[in-house]
């Protein structure tokens, strides 16, 4: 391949480029804990995990649903997303185009994340 050909393909690539692909995990690392310290076993995406300790959530685009079966828990607990904050570079991202960098970022949810803290209400 000709220099031309690779200076052609990286410019593209980097063109179609978001900021919160470059910047940031496909994974959200969170605290999640009870309001009462309460140690209990949680399920998040299909995996099971006691807490308190940190979970792994993975960036889907989708609201995260935290369930549990303690009876001196809310069965659920609704982690909602929010945009990462390096998605909001794409604003300043004139080469690329603010457009097309925030649409590579949804594709591929890097533009989602997730409350550092997470706690489940228990009595």
Known sequence: MSFKKVVAVMGAATLMTGCATMFTDSTKISNVSTS?????????????HNIPSTVVLSKNGQDKVIETDDPSCEKTTV???EVEGSAWLNLFWLPGGT??????DSANSKMWTYEDNVVIVCS
């Not at 009462?36 to 099971?48: A, P, R």
């Open 79 to 81: 982690v909602e997303k």
């Open 99 to 104: 457009i097309t960098s925030f649409i590579v």
């Open 36 to 48: 009462t310290g309460k140690e209990i076993k949680i399920k998040v995406d299909g995996v099971y």
